[in-house]
């Protein structure tokens, strides 16, 4: 009866939501914006047509939309309001300068996954873990390498067979379980890092939470509350990981009650400096656990993604494996396995920029939400309420940003003569080049992520030959709308290097 009893509410609610749909798109209000070109119809309606469309061909909408108004801006319709998607080097550096009290990347994201039901307020209005991944974790890359190498080379053991010739194995899959690893080596250590259980916790949680908002987003505001009830299982994930770490923290705390701050011993991982940050009801443990949680959702899957993207281009390509391997056995030699090592490894850090370039995650990228009426150089008016974006893949493929921008070239951003700058390398933004945003909200774990990059390229290349079973052929990555995946369920091929 339960059963039951949830399904009626739940179609009342879908009713009740696309009677709202319809009173909206029929009452054209102040963010209907008319001065933006439109990419789809304006007409009540219509509209949510082009809505519905969007969900269906968010890609080319967005390409059509840069092709007709490039260096301006255009507006794409979604289900409760119009976004807008600025173009061009000059407003997309006025997107990057905006103030977060105009324009918001905090209240775009909460509001785009839902933050206040899926992930809770206090993710939503207390975001002192932004603070701890610029800091410490990048700070601490040099002294937390040695343990990241030595859990990249345990799971790749684990999880790419060492057997003769060749076998088969789900990319994208086997990539994610490598950087839960050994991504949680650094947030929590061993041995819970290597726990299958912890670690399937952790992508099912990611998958949970972006489910979760995108049925949640699809009710007005006053139905979320009740849809959040129904249609999440976040609450269970995260007690699942409070019974994962919570004997660890309590652990700590002893330690720390018995020994001082500074007890001898003391990890230094995220989870720890998370407890020394954290204050008032932050020190809970269900809401200690509730940001390794969020921190392993916002990390996993994106740089699980440029992984599998990249080793596509690699396995596709195998005329590209020698002169990495090269590099990095030449560095490797030098300076043995560490982080100015991999800093050493241009042409390794400029493949995984260029795969990014091409791939990237999606049609947009530096999503804000604007707190108050907001005006771009070019006159372009956002009033308050309206999302808006830069576009990344049109931006990637303009002939006026890069040469030959449909091909490529794996080493585009190697440059001979500077060795020493970091103005084309993997974690530098520009206007030009907006995969991890670009300013002062430009994703913040972004030298960790690449970090965990070049290490898994570096080694791959290092101790194996990769191939596609069909020679040559990159399987086609998936799109939701904007969004953009590698083929979750394609193949590559490994065999170990005989040495």
Not at 51 to 62: D, H, L, Y
Not at 338 to 355: C, G, H, P
């Given at each position: 009866?339960?059963?039951?009893h949830?399904?009626?509410?739940l179609?009342?609610?879908?009713?009740?939501a696309?009677?709202?749909?319809?009173g909206r798109?029929?009452?054209?209000g102040k963010?209907?914006?008319?001065?933006?070109?439109?990419?789809?119809?304006?007409?009540?309606?219509?509209?949510?047509?082009?809505?519905?469309?969007f969900?269906?061909?968010?890609?080319?909408?967005?390409q059509e939309?840069?092709?007709?108004y490039?260096?301006g801006?255009?507006?794409?319709?979604?289900?409760?309001?119009?976004?807008?998607?600025?173009?061009?080097?000059?407003?997309i550096?006025d997107l990057?300068?905006?103030?977060?009290?105009?324009l918001?990347?905090n209240?775009a994201?909460?509001e785009?996954?839902a933050?206040?039901?899926?992930?809770?307020?206090?993710?939503?209005k207390?975001?002192y873990?932004?603070?701890?991944?610029k800091?410490?974790?990048t700070?601490?890359i040099?002294?937390?390498?040695?343990?990241?190498?030595?859990?990249?080379?345990?799971?790749?053991?684990?999880?790419?067979p060492s057997?003769?010739g060749w076998?088969?194995?789900?990319?994208?899959?086997?990539a994610?379980?490598?950087i839960?690893?050994i991504?949680?080596?650094?947030?929590?250590?061993?041995?819970?890092?290597?726990?299958?259980?912890?670690?399937a916790?952790n992508?099912?949680f990611?998958?949970?939470v972006?489910?979760s908002?995108f049925f949640i987003?699809?009710?007005?505001?006053?139905?979320?509350?009740?849809a959040?009830r129904l249609l999440?299982?976040?609450p269970?994930n995260i007690?699942?990981?409070?019974?994962?770490l919570?004997?660890?923290?309590?652990?700590r705390?002893k330690?720390?009650e018995?020994?001082g701050k500074d007890?001898?011993g003391?990890?230094?991982?995220?989870?720890?400096w998370?407890?020394?940050?954290a204050e008032?009801e932050?020190?809970?443990?269900?809401?200690?656990?509730?940001r390794i949680?969020?921190v392993?959702f916002?990390?996993?899957?994106?740089t699980?993604m440029s992984?599998?993207?990249?080793l596509?281009?690699?396995a596709?390509?195998?005329?590209?494996?020698?002169p990495?391997r090269?590099e990095?056995?030449?560095?490797?030699k030098?300076?043995?396995?560490?982080r100015?090592a991999?800093?050493?490894?241009?042409?390794?850090?400029s493949?995984?920029?260029?795969?990014?370039?091409?791939h990237?995650?999606?049609?947009?990228?530096?999503t804000?939400?604007?707190?108050?009426?907001?005006t771009?150089s070019?006159?372009?008016?956002?009033?308050k309420g309206?999302?808006?974006?830069a576009?990344e893949?049109?931006?990637?493929?303009?002939?006026?940003?890069?040469?030959?921008a449909?091909?490529?070239?794996p080493?585009?951003?190697?440059?001979e003569e500077?060795?020493e700058?970091?103005k084309?390398?993997?974690v530098?933004?520009?206007?030009?080049?907006?995969?991890?945003?670009?300013?002062?909200?430009?994703c913040?774990?972004?030298f960790f992520?690449a970090n965990e990059?070049?290490?898994?390229?570096?080694?791959t290349?290092?101790?194996?030959d990769?191939k596609?079973?069909?020679?040559?052929?990159?399987?086609?990555?998936?799109w939701?709308?904007v969004?953009v995946?590698p083929?979750?369920t394609?193949?590559?091929?490994?065999?170990?290097?005989?040495t």
């Amino acid at each position: 009866m339960a059963e039951d009893h949830s399904t009626v509410v739940l179609y009342t609610l879908l009713a009740l939501a696309t009677t709202v749909y319809l009173g909206r798109w029929l009452r054209p209000g102040k963010n209907a914006l008319p001065s933006v070109p439109t990419i789809g119809y304006t007409a009540p309606i219509l509209s949510y047509y082009s809505a519905v469309q969007f969900v269906i061909k968010g890609r080319e909408m967005v390409q059509e939309g840069y092709n007709k108004y490039k260096g301006g801006a255009f507006k794409v319709p979604e289900l409760f309001y119009w976004h807008v998607v600025v173009t061009g080097p000059k407003l997309i550096d006025d997107l990057r300068k905006a103030g977060s009290d105009e324009l918001s990347f905090n209240e775009a994201a909460a509001e785009m996954l839902a933050v206040d039901f899926t992930l809770g307020p206090s993710i939503h209005k207390n975001t002192y873990h932004v603070a701890i991944l610029k800091n410490q974790l990048t700070r601490g890359i040099n002294i937390l390498f040695p343990e990241m190498k030595d859990e990249l080379q345990s799971a790749f053991n684990d999880l790419v067979p060492s057997l003769d010739g060749w076998v088969k194995i789900p990319a994208f899959t086997a990539a994610t379980k490598i950087i839960s690893r050994i991504s949680n080596r650094v947030f929590v250590g061993l041995p819970k890092c290597r726990d299958p259980e912890y670690c399937a916790l952790n992508i099912e949680f990611a998958v949970s939470v972006a489910k979760s908002a995108f049925f949640i987003n699809m009710f007005p505001q006053f139905l979320r509350p009740l849809a959040a009830r129904l249609l999440t299982n976040v609450p269970k994930n995260i007690e699942s990981g409070v019974q994962h770490l919570g004997p660890i923290i309590k652990q700590r705390l002893k330690m720390r009650e018995q020994y001082g701050k500074d007890w001898e011993g003391k990890p230094n991982d995220l989870l720890m400096w998370f407890m020394d940050e954290a204050e008032g009801e932050e020190k809970a443990i269900r809401s200690l656990v509730l940001r390794i949680l969020t921190v392993n959702f916002a990390s996993i899957h994106t740089t699980s993604m440029s992984f599998t993207h990249a080793l596509f281009r690699l396995a596709a390509n195998p005329e590209f494996i020698q002169p990495l391997r090269d590099e990095v056995s030449q560095v490797i030699k030098e300076e043995g396995w560490t982080r100015n090592a991999l800093q050493r490894m241009r042409k390794v850090d400029s493949f995984l920029r260029e795969s990014n370039r091409c791939h990237g995650l999606g049609s947009i990228t530096m999503t804000r939400k604007a707190l108050k009426d907001f005006t771009f150089s070019d006159g372009t008016f956002i009033p308050k309420g309206c999302f808006v974006s830069a576009a990344e893949a049109p931006t990637h493929f303009d002939e006026a940003n890069y040469e030959y921008a449909d091909v490529f070239n794996p080493w585009r951003f190697v440059d001979e003569e500077d060795t020493e700058s970091m103005k084309n390398q993997m974690v530098t933004t520009s206007t030009e080049y907006v995969t991890f945003g670009h300013g002062r909200f430009a994703c913040p774990g972004r030298f960790f992520a690449a970090n965990e990059l070049k290490a898994m390229m570096a080694y791959t290349v290092l101790n194996y030959d990769v191939k596609m079973e069909n020679e040559g052929v990159i399987p086609e990555p998936v799109w939701y709308s904007v969004k953009v995946m590698p083929n979750a369920t394609a193949e590559v091929m490994f065999r170990r290097r005989q040495t």
